[in-house]
Nanobody
Framework: VLLEESGGGLVQAGGSLRLSCVPSGLTFSRNGMAWFRRAPGAEREFVAAISSSGETVSYDDSVKGRFSISRDNAKNTVYLQMNSLQPEDTAVYYC?????????????????WGQGTQVTVSS
């Protein structure tokens, strides 16, 4: 199984980015998907998750109202639209999947992880 993230980069505060994750080697439509992030010197933390059907989503309070997770099962892709970015959003963002199809908020809920994509927000 391979999860490939893309879309990271450098953006000014207040700007937007859209991350994409394309898994291979699994049945995407059956997998719950999530985004986590790890800021410098910090633990990895939950950002957002979406169930296999897309009907259930959840967000960490720190990104609620600014970030939006979505998926396109026809394209085998999960997205994270990030608006109103702030310097504290600077982190490596990781895509994760679980074969149970749910939208858990904990690292242990996920079976597979991508290598991460760097997001840097300048003030």
């Amino acid at each position: 199984v391979l999860l490939e993230e893309s879309g990271g980069g450098l953006v000014q505060a207040g700007g937007s980015l859209r991350l994409s994750c394309v898994p291979s080697g699994l049945t995407f439509s059956r997998n719950g998907m999530a985004w986590f992030r790890r800021a410098p010197g910090a633990e990895r933390e939950f950002v957002a998750a979406i169930s296999s059907s897309g009907e259930t989503v959840s967000y960490d309070d720190s990104v609620k109202g600014r970030f939006s997770i979505s998926r396109d099962n026809a394209k085998n892709t999960v997205y994270l639209q990030m608006n109103s970015l702030q310097p504290e959003d600077t982190a490596v963002y990781y895509c994760a999947s679980n074969e149970r199809g749910h939208s858990g908020r904990y690292s242990g809920d996920y079976d597979y992880w991508g290598q991460g994509t760097q997001v840097t927000v300048s003030s």
